[in-house]
């Protein structure tokens, strides 16, 4: 039976990516497997696949029963199909912290590891065989390096995250600023998306302190495309939340160049909350959180009710 292997809800570029990847190895030892997605990913994963010769994996709403899975890029439950406990879950490859809650039908194998990217994971257990990696598999793999440190702008970047992208750029004959160019122009272009899409885009699911909120984040290297349209983005905070049956959106709008995140602050409770979690004085309905850029190792940790 084919292993299917799959990201999160939501999927970002390392959450397309990377069950490309894995995929191409598995098959490459002899394991038939094939990349599935959670959802629409976002215009930098599109233009990402486009960009190295991949069609967009098929999008799945579930598991059935007995499916042999692998699980990257997440450990979270409540990003991934609500079967995912009937299905047979072989491995989780990870770089989030545990949150626990999955159920498997035996022991399988885990790693999770303090790196910027899952591929950086990926490319350690391939071990001598990354070497046959095709040009196409090196590409999607340097292409989810960059997004997930910002082009090494990000506080989660590791040197062994910026030493592959730069043995795989080598490689490739790719320059590393001109490919990361092109890939947050097309992550900043969301023109043809709706409030309610953009909400959902690029989120996870997190409870603190009793409270659900649906973290979302949009990097962009141009903001005010996004903080334009914050009255209306606003509003639908509360359609989201609603249907999606969280207490709260946060909206984080990062701006790469600057090295900054924009919080859209439409109620005293998230007003509350980026004063608690960020130490921040908010007088409007916006706050400037300077040096804030990722939700894993930033956002996440520090968020306070």
């Not at 959450?15 to 629409?40: D, Q, V």
């Not at 997440?74 to 990003?79: H, S």
């Not at 992550?187 to 979302?216: I, P, Q």
């Amino acid at each position: 039976m084919t292993t299917l292997v799959f990201g999160h809800k939501a999927p970002d570029t390392d959450s397309t990516g990377a069950p490309l990847i894995w995929a191409w190895y598995l098959s490459h030892k002899g394991t038939p497997a094939e990349a599935r997605l959670l959802g629409t990913p976002n215009t930098e994963a599109a233009f990402v696949a486009k960009r190295w010769g991949f069609e967009l994996p098929p999008v799945i709403s579930d598991v059935e029963d007995g499916q042999p899975c692998v699980v990257v890029d997440t450990n979270n439950p409540a990003e991934l199909p609500a079967n995912i406990n009937n299905a047979d879950v072989l491995a989780i490859i990870d770089h989030h912290k545990l949150v626990g809650g999955l159920e498997t039908k035996g022991p399988i194998d885990i790693t999770i590891r303090p790196l910027a990217c899952t591929v950086t994971v990926m490319h350690g257990l391939m071990g001598a065989d990354a070497a046959a990696m095709p040009d196409p598999i090196k590409g999607l793999m340097l292409s989810c390096i960059l997004s997930d440190t910002l082009e090494f702008r990000s506080p989660t970047t590791t040197p062994t995250d910026k030493a592959l992208a730069e043995s795989l750029a080598a490689d490739l004959g790719i320059s590393i600023p001109a490919l990361a160019t092109e890939m947050f122009e097309a992550k900043s272009d969301v023109s043809a998306f709706s409030d309610a899409e953009l909400l959902r885009m690029d989120s996870k699911e997190y409870t603190v302190g009793g409270k659900e909120f649906r973290v979302s984040v949009l990097e962009t290297t141009a903001p005010k495309i996004v903080l334009d349209r914050k009255d209306s983005l606003m509003k639908s905070m509360e359609t989201v939340a609603r249907e999606d049956g969280a207490d709260q959106v946060l909206l984080f709008v990062v701006d790469i160049l600057k090295e900054e995140a924009t919080l859209l602050v439409p109620n005293d409770l998230v007003k509350t909350v980026a004063e608690k979690s960020f130490g921040a004085t908010v007088t409007g309905d916006t706050v400037v959180l300077p040096g804030i850029m990722s939700r894993k190792k930033q956002i996440i940790p520090n968020l306070k009710v």
